[in-house]
């Protein structure tokens, strides 16, 4: 019995010493478990820790690149910002240089246009000149058909006439005609004037030319002794006298029907001392600058030379048309006839040089 309960004892000792082993086993395996899931766990912590600190350094550098990318990219705004403002002040510039462009275009549609006009008037103009033109060619050539009758009449007559080979204009001696000083005609110059007007008148008032002569002017002229008045009133009186002893009844110097003629041409007109014949020396040639001249002008003659002038002045674009026409220098002394307002223009100013706004030349001494 007590062999049995020690058996039992024995058996439950057994028992509960298999049993802690085990339960020591199982401990330590446990153990072992939890230190290796500890130790993976350590690990898996340890690769993670590392992983972190690689993907910390990561974010670190990708934070710093993105830093300098948010700062290219703000420079780059700043710079995009410029460029736009700039594009802005060369949109407003296009937009004031299409404007300007626009009225530009605008202005240049009515200088065409307006070209156009001056193109068309120019036409105009140069058919007026054109026509003017061959009156003037038609007028210059009568004058020289006139110059060249008065020559033949008068180059081989005892008269010694000098008729100027570009006008026509005849000069005479006021010696011949008048004493010194004096405006009453002498026996010399009343027989010299007798041969000399018809035949002169002959070919002016000739039916070939009478239509085309639309002014015969008797200019007195004196030296330059003495006071401009004193031989303003003698020249005017000397040319008086010639007009006068050629229109005269009484002198029967000129048939009815002559006279008739000459009354709608003839004035008479005195230019005291302002038109003197000059020596080669540059002095007055007192004795030449004693004189009478006759002369003459032809209808339009004057009017269609101002006109080309005008016209040729428009033609060249210059607008400005000639300070001077016809007349226009009649400061001198005034005529006697009506008709010798004119008449002006045809006052000598040195042997051999034209008169202004009439192209007509005066014979020297």
Known sequence: MAGKNRRRQDEETTYWLSYSDMMAGLLLTFVLIIATTV???NIQFDMKQQELLGKEKELFIQADALDKEKAMTAEQQAQITIQQKK???QAEKLTLQQ???TEQEKQLGEQEELLTQQSDLLEELQEMMAEQQEKLDRIIGIRSELVEA???EFDDSALQIKVDEQTGAITMDSSILFEYNQDELKETGAAF????LPRYTRILMSPKYREYVSEIIVEGHTDTVGDYLFNLDLSQKRAYSVAAYCMSESSGVLEEGDRAAL???LSSTGKSFSSPIYNPDG???MEASRRVEILF???DEEMIREMIEILSAEKQGSGEQSSQGPGSQSSGPQSSSPQSSGSQNSGSLTPGTAAPGTGTVRPGA
């Open 263 to 265: 009354q709608a041409v």
């Open 297 to 299: 002008r032809l209808k």
């Open 150 to 152: 008065l020559k033949e």
């Open 99 to 101: 404007a300007r462009l």
């Open 39 to 41: 130790l993976h766990a």
């Open 283 to 285: 002095s007055v040639n």
């Open 193 to 196: 004037l007798s041969e000399f």
């Open 87 to 89: 594009l802005d002040e």
